[in-house]
């Protein structure tokens, strides 16, 4: 049997089709079940029976595909290429739920790939490199490496390994977008071998704080990096004073025009000759940086500035970055915290917008990391005199109040996420929403259960 789809003639076993049959059966009881979306199982079913699904499905696209890795920004990043091709008149699938070990992977493939040109997929750094081997990806997109779930990944240095393994098997013809900010990527990325295009920013905020914990040693010789500009812990502008190893150039350079927290950013992108003025529903210097990576992937794929900065001007949000949501009366910006770097950037948001009223929810599940530690580098202490109502909640809620309270804040604690939910929803202010995966999730949980009450 073949797949003749868009005129192309590819070859489908039969453990193929019956590793197809049987994970969309599990996907259908999943959902009929109401055990979640069903697109993660889909796949661990099928793989289970076809370990070479993933590369058969790549097949079928004749664009190949854009894989996104790294610790921040990968969902944002992957949803704005996926709308840029898009725009540009290609059809497009994609991981859109942020399922990205190989099962969501090979779930989203399953669902489109047969009569999708190209694959928009958000991979997670340890399953990357079985993943890249199998897709062959066109472009490669690395966002930048900050320490995240050290339980789960490990140090720095062992994500940077996966990535440089993934890249690996990237397309003989292919491209590696790297950020040119974080020099830990840099140096990966010139050892790679690899064609690399560079993006980054030109500038950051005026009092932005170095971190460098995370990768501030120069490569070549060990000598402490130095820096002219930071923007996000340890991603700036940085040079070695000892033996000259510096950042590159950008291909395409991203200035911060107007930062209004978490809902807005006027950013002005750069690659040679032009540039374009683009607006987007999101905030931040992470946003103004995603923009970057998935400017220069798109112009990868021969998509123009012109169009990048259509697809990005009335792009809605993604889930739990910078999303409104409606509780009672009140109403809740939902914004997923995962490390200090993130945790920081988010905190200057929440100033720029003025927010009084803080939800600050902490789970310690697996996705979330089993270590917490990292919430005594986010610098919390900048809200003081800035909040009016502040709430911990969470499966480590009391840690997280101990937190709060060394930070000199007021906190109450209330672990049962739906009750503090209840509590921030009797306020009249809006408020804003820290919070990891799981207890992200947790929300969206009690939002929807809320929801179903009001209408019976």
């Excluded at 062959?136 to 994500?159: A, C, H, K, S």
């Excluded at 502008?237 to 510096?246: L, M, N």
């Excluded at 109450?412 to 804003?432: I, Q, T």
Aim: proline fraction near 4%; glycine fraction near 10%.
């Amino acid at each position: 049997m073949t797949d003749t789809s868009r005129g192309r003639t590819t070859p489908v076993s039969l453990r193929a089709r019956t590793a197809k049959s049987l994970g969309r059966l599990a996907g259908t009881m999943s959902r009929a079940l109401r055990l979640g979306a069903g697109e993660s199982v889909v796949g661990k079913i099928a793989t289970a029976v076809d370990p070479t699904l993933l590369r058969e499905l790549a097949k079928s696209m004749s664009d190949g595909s854009v894989v996104v890795l790294g610790t921040n920004g990968k969902t944002s990043t992957t949803a704005m290429i996926a709308r840029g091709a898009t725009f540009a008149g290609r059809s497009v699938v994609t991981n859109a739920t942020g399922a990205n070990l190989v099962g969501g992977v090979v779930g989203a493939l399953m669902g489109a790939a047969a009569t999708a040109e190209l694959g928009v997929i958000e991979v997670d750094e340890v399953v990357a490199p079985r993943v890249s081997e199998a897709l062959r990806p066109r472009v490669m997109v690395w966002t930048n490496v900050f320490r995240d779930q050290l339980d789960r990944y490990g140090e720095v240095d062992l994500i940077l390994s996966y990535l440089a393994r993934a890249a690996e098997g990237l397309h003989p013809d292919g491209a590696l977008v790297v950020d040119a900010d974080d020099p830990g990527l840099v140096a990966a990325a010139q050892r790679s071998g690899k064609r690399v295009v560079y993006f980054g920013l030109t500038k950051g905020r005026a009092d932005a704080a170095h971190i460098a914990a995370d990768s501030s040693n120069c490569p070549n010789c060990g000598t402490p990096l130095s820096y002219s500009q930071t923007f996000l812990g340890h991603l700036g502008i940085y040079a070695c004073p000892s033996c000259g190893w510096r950042r590159p150039e950008p291909d395409v350079a991203v200035t911060p025009v107007e930062l209004h927290g978490a809902r807005r950013l006027r950013a002005e992108i750069r690659a040679g000759e032009e540039t374009v003025e683009v607006e987007l529903n999101m905030g931040g210097l992470s946003a103004a940086s995603n923009v970057g990576a998935a400017a220069a992937a798109l112009l990868c794929l021969g998509v123009s500035l012109d169009v990048v900065a259509e697809a990005l001007a009335d792009m809605p949000t993604v889930f739990g970055r910078g999303e409104e949501i409606n509780v009672g009366g009140a109403t809740g910006l939902l914004m997923l915290m995962k490390n200090p770097a993130g945790g920081n950037e988010l905190i200057a948001e929440l100033l720029e917008d003025g927010y009084r009223r803080v939800f600050v929810a902490v789970n310690d599940r697996y996705a979330d990391g089993l270590d917490v530690s990292w919430l005594w580098d986010i610098e919390f202490e900048r809200l003081a005199g800035h909040t009016d109502q502040l709430v911990a909640s969470g499966r480590r809620a009391y840690d997280m109040a101990v937190r709060l309270k060394y930070a000199g804040l007021e906190v109450a604690a209330v672990p049962d996420v739906r009750e503090a939910m209840l509590l921030m929803a009797d306020g009249e202010e809006p408020f804003a929403i820290l919070a990891t995966y799981t207890a992200m999730r947790e929300i969206r949980t009690a939002l929807r259960g809320r929801a179903a009450h009001l209408q019976t």
